[in-house]
């Protein structure tokens, strides 16, 4: 399977607006209708937990999401789609990215860096009311990526601090325990319009401007006559350019539809029949699904097993892959035997010297085989340099320094010169290597 893998992550602390369905949600269930890639869509719960305390909140967010994405579209069967707090190996992965991540690195994600910077304005003290929880974000969000091994993370500009620092964490970690992860990409689809608000600015919830997703024909009908116009008159030409109105209603017509509004506009259309225009226009997309997302709501035992269903798959590949970390990093069977590094390289099977003193204040060394079998012994130098500069001859020379060396080393009992000689060769050839 060579197909290019997308994951991307919904943080389960509020309603869907019209604003996530067009810059995240619609472009999100397009995509995972290619054929050339495999997607991954959760719900990020764990870090709801970060901004939101209502309990109740995020249950009811987690729902909602999840209602919002499967009735837009989004076919369990052909992606994996989960909710992350179903997904055990990542906690154990963010710990696993903890301990290779610089905390440096974290103290200048944005987010952490906005919360100091607020509390050191009002010189409080700097972390005042910052949880570790919105410090250890970024690593989270690391492991949500990493444990799928996702190529494209497609996010809005605001997180791509979050894939840099995802990238990182697979460097590091690859460069300690071998090559496990693939670092990702951010994937930011400039094409897609960030929606205005009721109010002209962005729609967010943070601006309270937002026209909630699945609002009641009625209540959808209400929101937008309060979208903000200038005070033109009926029959006085409009401006489409810095229109909030124009711009909601590109973001769901078609090219045609757009330039006939355009026209409208031109020809001085009533705001009232504009906004009408654009009711129906959005209304016209959003009821059929309206209608099997309410289905969904009220039926939720069928989005806890779908989402159930989609942590099992999930999960077929996240705990075979967290096996494989865990001996990565040794937290290992103890039955199985250990592999240092040292056992595994050549290194532990070479002769060794080892310096020592003895209680003359002499300075001498020895050198033993991997068994520990002692192969020769010098005689005492009244410094350790000299020590050394004879062990540096041996070990560059080998046997043939050694009937010069006649005066400072013994042979051990029992050892030929031709077995000294062998296992200084095997320091060289090591040395070498
Ligand atoms: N931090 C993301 C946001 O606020 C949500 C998220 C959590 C996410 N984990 C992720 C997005 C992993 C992409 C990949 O939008």
């Known amino acids: 399977m060579s197909s290019t893998r997308f994951l991307t992550g919904i943080t389960t602390s509020g309603t869907p607006h019209l604003g996530n369905y067009v810059g995240s949600i ?29 309990p109740g909140r995020i249950q009811r967010s987690t729902l909602e999401i999840a209602a919002s994405w499967l009735a837009a579209g989004l076919d369990p069967e052909r992606v994996t789609f989960y909710r992350q707090s179903d997904i055990p190996e990542i906690p154990e992965l963010t710990w696993f990215l903890t301990c290779v991540t610089g905390k440096g690195v974290l103290n200048r994600a944005h987010a952490y860096k906005a919360a100091v910077d607020k509390n ?43 894939i840099e620092m995802a990238r990182d964490m697979a460097y590091s970690f690859n460069h300690r325990y071998g090559e496990h992860f693939v670092p990702p990409e951010a994937e930011i689809e400039e094409s897609v319009a960030t929606l205005p608000g009721l109010d002209g600015r962005k729609m967010s919830k943070s601006y309270d401007n937002t026209i ?3 609002a009641p024909r009625e209540q959808l009908k209400k929101l937008i006559a309060g979208i903000v116009t200038d005070s033109r008159a009926p ?34 259309i009533a705001w009232a029949d504009a906004k009408n225009v654009l009711f129906e226009r959005i209304d016209r997309e959003i009821a059929p699904m309206r ?19 989609g942590a099992a798959k999930a999960r077929k590949l996240a705990t075979p892959f967290m096996g494989r970390l865990r001996h990565a990093v040794g937290l290992r069977d103890l039955r199985v035997q250990a592999t240092t590094k040292a056992a595994k390289s050549t ?23 991997a068994q520990g079998r002692l192969l ?14 004879t062990i540096g001859l041996l070990q560059q020379q080998g046997g043939a320094a050694l009937t010069g060396l006649a005066a400072q080393i013994d042979m051990a009992a029992n050892i030929t010169l031709e077995e000294v000689g062998a296992a200084l060769q095997q320091l060289i050839d090591a040395a070498a290597t």
């Open 26 to 54: 619609r472009p999100s269930v397009r995509a995972s209708l290619r054929t050339d890639v495999e997607s991954f869509y959760f719900l990020a719960d764990y870090h709801a937990l970060i901004k939101v305390e209502e």
């Open 120 to 162: 050191t304005a009002i010189a409080a003290d700097t972390d005042a009311d910052i949880t570790a929880g919105l410090f250890m974000y970024p690593v989270l969000m690391g492991a949500d990526i990493l444990l799928f091994n996702a190529h494209k993370v497609p996010v809005g500009r605001d997180q791509i601090q979050h």
């Open 212 to 214: 909630p997703l699945f």
């Open 235 to 268: 029959g006085e030409a409009k401006d489409a350019e810095g229109s909030a109105l124009f711009q909601i209603y590109q973001a769901f017509a078609s090219e045609e539809e757009t330039a006939a509004l355009r026209k409208s506009y031109a020809d001085g």
């Open 291 to 309: 209608e099997a997302y309410l289905d969904l709501i009220n039926h939720p035992a069928r989005i806890e097993e779908i989402l159930l269903a």
């Open 347 to 369: 290194k532990a099977n070479l002769p060794t010297f080892k310096q020592y003193r003895e209680t003359t204040g002499k300075f001498h060394f020895k050198l033993v085989d």
């Open 376 to 389: 020769l012994q010098s005689h005492g130098f009244d410094s350790p340099k000299d020590a050394g500069k």
